[in-house]
């Protein structure tokens, strides 16, 4: 028989409860009791939507992130925190945004840590610190009470862990040590969690070791076998796991080292398949990840069971199946979606159904296709729907990304000619001052903007509602001294979803939220068929802040790369083709603002560079369609209009000359958390343009000092002329409250004076 297990689940709950009792108990509304009882009864519900698994995961459960929980779990907590109070939770909190409670003052000064991508999705992780000093000392605490919780509550569990090296690949030195010189006292710590699990009676241990999809050294690769090779004599049964790609040159080493299975990522390395099972040996478990875990179509079941059947006749109890990754990164349950168009909801699968569909594989396999025939029917009937539906294709769309010349991505001039111009134009002083877009996003606008949908406000009672929400940002900025202002972004919802609502072949979700890091959560836009804009998107609401101000005001866009990387996205063409699509579409809403008056346009491209294939060999092609794409939307106006882009929590330093090839005018990128780090590039290679390092952690409710600010825009001069550098918060404002904003954003231009001052 098959075996069906899952490796994670979403733990944000259907109706996001994680988020609400998070930012609750950061605000003192609710105790850590109170806090730890909804996170018990979710864990519950979420055993209970898998119960048809044969093992569930147990362990994937997280108040903010799981790589932070490995930090606290192997002791790997940085000095800054550990002597702030004995309660582990609130450190915990501390280490992910700076602070735990709302009236924290005591410890408003300690620094969060840093947060990038996990690998190549939009979900955040929290960066483990290491220096040759550190220290490992393992707590399990939270660990075995989840397993014994649900042991109690019958389940057949499989507790889920990072694997040890890559926890240090995931982490970041402090000094000039060696990571992997750290390997074997962490190893010592693993031996003793393996010997706490032991007791506990479970059977086996799920051991992630993701990075055996990415392109390692000889180093890299030594430290899995001698992890392996010494951790190998526990009596649990290890399943190593890998996803989000293919192992290539890996794949005899994770098919050889000394683990009891192996799980790999069937979606994405399918021909792969039986070369595992030529090389791994036959008293191991494969574990085949058959349901795409980051995406949301249904699955073809008839094509995966005529591709699985020889595979099992081969493998017989030997072949487990499950999801290719962890549901992390999909929503929880379709059914929660009552006003989805009836046969385009047909074609979606949620993590709940995802594991539906596991099962089905499953019977059919174990009993025969007859004891699940009429799911298999109704599987085909939708499959059948989207593949030959006319709302998917519109040949016209596809014609004109056929008409793309390369003379629509190149700008008239040169950026030295073009800045010339601009800064006559904008006659802007040293080191001018800004924001990423987006101001806070108040209870107030947020029922406005549901009060509009639901049609409990008319359109014009809503554009009044807007215009005066503009008009306080304005306002504000007016009184902060910006230079540059924007205008708050009260109508929009979302970056992405904002703009796909006005686009063809975009699809929206009521529920379908994602966890991107702590309590925020998105919900991703579904591209379902061919991208147009219809008519203009921005230009109305722009041009009203500018009728406020002398000051000049920045459009506001999200670029084709992201609105592409944040959306989930048909898988029945290349994702260059649907990303062309959206250049034009956007490129058209450029020309309007420029058109309208508006001299500077800032085009985000935040998701970037977690669109890159996991391995370097990959990357030319994806980055070559990518540049492309922004060229494309950004580079069909006059000298004369100065162009900007944002990358947020991007580690671009591998891909700065492809950032130069965009050719902006202006780039504003996250570098408060790392301490400038990212400018570190900037030794070496001359970034012809203009850049706005962040240094307003948005991220954290701490607010940065003068003297703060002062020194990190030193660090960025030492590497960038003075002439520029421009000053910016690290990200959108629309999370933090108008009490922290206001007091940052006065940091910072008071900053800007005294730069000024110097220079």
């Not at 804009?533 to 500018?546: C, F, G, L, S």
Request: glycine share 4%; aromatic share 8%; proline share 4%.
């Amino acid at each position: 028989m098959i075996t069906t297990h899952n490796l994670g689940f979403p733990r944000i709950g259907k109706k996001r409860e994680l988020k609400f009792a998070l930012e609750k108990y950061w605000k003192n509304g609710i105790t850590q009791n109170e806090l730890q009882d909804i996170a018990a009864s979710l864990r519950q519900e979420h055993w209970q939507n898998q119960k048809q698994l044969d093992l569930l995961p147990v362990g994937d459960f997280s108040f903010y992130d799981q790589v932070l929980d490995t930090s606290f779990m192997l002791g790997n907590i940085p000095a800054r925190v550990q002597n702030i109070s004995d309660d582990t939770l609130d450190n915990y909190f501390r280490v992910a945004r700076g602070r735990s409670s709302q009236n924290e003052t005591d410890c408003s000064c300690i620094h969060a840590s840093e947060m990038t991508k996990w690998f190549d999705t939009n979900y955040h992780y929290i960066v483990p610190e290491f220096d040759k000093n550190t220290r490992f000392n393992l707590d399990v605490s939270r660990l075995l009470e989840q397993i014994v919780e649900a042991k109690q509550q019958g389940y057949n569990i499989k507790p889920v862990i990072i694997g040890p090296v890559t926890y240090l690949w995931l982490g970041k030195t402090k000094d000039e040590s060696n990571k992997l010189d750290l390997l074997n006292k962490l190893l010592a710590v693993y031996a003793k969690l393996f010997k706490e699990l032991e007791t506990t009676g479970i059977e086996w241990l799920q051991i992630d070791e993701p990075i055996l999809v990415t392109e390692l050294s000889d180093e890299w690769q030594h430290a899995l076998r001698n992890a392996y090779h010494t951790l190998h004599s526990t009596s649990l049964k290890l399943l190593l796991t890998s996803y989000f790609g293919e192992l290539q040159e890996n794949l005899q080493l994770a098919c050889n080292l000394p683990v009891d299975g192996l799980h790999i990522d069937a979606i994405n390395a399918r021909n792969e398949v039986s070369r595992v099972i030529d090389w791994l040996p036959s008293h191991k478990i494969l574990s085949l990840g058959v349901i795409n875990g980051r995406n949301i179509w249904k699955t073809d079941l008839s094509e995966t069971l005529n591709w699985l059947a020889p595979l099992h006749e081969r493998l017989q109890t030997r072949l487990w199946l499950a999801p290719s990754c962890s549901l992390l990164h999909v929503p929880v349950d379709l059914e929660n979606e009552q006003k989805l168009d009836g046969e385009i909801k047909s074609w979606f699968s949620f993590a709940i159904q995802k594991l539906d569909e596991l099962a089905i594989l499953a019977s059919a396999l174990n009993k025969g296709e007859d004891s699940v025939k009429k799911q298999l029917s109704e599987n085909k009937t939708a499959i059948d729907s989207r593949k030959n539906s006319s709302r998917v294709h519109n040949q016209g769309i596809k014609n004109s990304v056929l008409e793309i010349t390369n003379e629509m991505g190149n700008r008239q001039s040169t950026y030295k000619e073009r800045a010339n111009i601009q800064h006559k134009k904008l006659d802007l002083p040293f080191f001018p001052t800004t924001t990423i877009g987006s101001f806070p996003q108040t209870g107030e606008i947020r029922q406005v903007r549901k009060d509009f949908k639901t049609a409990t406000l008319t359109e014009e009672q809503y554009r009044i509602a807007m215009q005066n929400e503009i008009k306080h940002c304005v306002t504000e900025q007016e009184a902060l001294e910006l230079d540059v202002f924007v205008h708050g972004e009260p109508e929009r919802n979302d970056m992405v979803e904002y703009f796909g609502e006005q686009l063809t072949g975009y699809v929206f979700t009521q529920f379908g939220w994602v966890q991107s890091y702590g309590s925020r959560c998105v919900k991703p836009p579904i591209i379902y068929g061919d991208i147009a804009r219809p008519k203009p998107m921005t230009v109305e609401w722009i041009n009203y802040a500018q009728t406020l101000t002398d000051k000049p005001m920045k459009g506001m866009l999200t670029g084709p790369v992201t609105m592409l990387n944040w959306s989930f996205v048909r898988d029945d063409q290349e994702r260059s083709e649907t990303c062309l699509q959206l250049a034009l579409a956007i490129r058209d809403e450029v020309l309007d603002l420029e058109k309208s008056g508006i001299s500077i346009i800032q085009i985000d491209e935040a998701a970037l560079r977690e669109g890159l294939p996991l391995r370097k060999s990959q990357w030319q092609p994806y980055l070559d369609w990518a540049i492309k794409s922004f060229r494309i939307t950004a580079n069909g106006v006059k000298d004369e209009t100065q162009i900007h882009t944002h990358m947020c929590y991007s580690e671009f330093n591998d891909i700065i000359a492809s950032i130069a090839d965009m050719d902006a005018d202006v780039i504003t990128i996250e570098t408060s958390r790392s301490d400038m780090e990212l400018l570190d590039v900037f030794d070496e290679f001359h970034y012809p343009n203009e850049i706005g390092p962040g240094v307003y952690d948005i991220h954290s409710p701490n607010i940065p000092s003068i003297d703060s600010i002062v020194e990190l825009m030193t660090k960025a001069s030492l590497r960038i002329p003075a002439e520029r550098l421009w000053i910016n918060p690290d990200c959108g404002l629309k999370t933090r409250s108008w009490d922290e904003v206001k007091p940052a954003l006065s940091n910072m231009v008071a900053a800007s004076k005294i730069l000024r001052k110097e220079k």
